[in-house]
Nanobody, 121 residues
């Protein structure tokens, strides 16, 4: 089995910061790209940021300069540091990763359970 477990969501005031973490666990052989997506009610899930196994990062224009994605390959963990948060950043944030498990023949895409981030005064 392989799973992604997220932590770090919550309620924060506008202008504040939060850090999300997502740890992959299980019978993992290798992890390729990891990333964060977010979704609000009635809207499609959208990309926030991704990072390759070598550390090359990409992020949505709406979060550039405010959010930073990073990863610790030794811990199979990806992070999302969110600064200067705005009410429009309120969403459920989902971790995503391409994982090659020992029981699989190729990489499979996995999702975390989702973490609520609410930005409100």
């Amino acid at each position: 089995q392989v799973q992604l477990v997220e932590s770090g969501g919550g309620l924060v005031q506008p202008g504040g910061s939060l850090r999300l973490s997502c740890a992959a666990s299980g019978m993992i052989r290798s992890i390729n790209a990891m990333g964060w997506y977010r979704q609000t009610p009635g809207k499609q899930r959208e990309l926030v940021a991704t990072i390759t196994s070598r550390g090359r990062a990409n992020s949505a224009d709406s979060v550039k300069g405010r959010f930073t994605i990073s990863r610790d390959n030794a811990k199979n963990t990806v992070y999302l540091q969110m600064n200067s948060l705005r009410p429009e950043d309120t969403a459920v944030y989902y971790c995503n990763a391409d994982i090659w498990a020992h029981f699989a023949s190729d990489y499979v895409n996995y999702w975390g359970q989702g973490s609520q981030v609410t930005v409100s005064s």
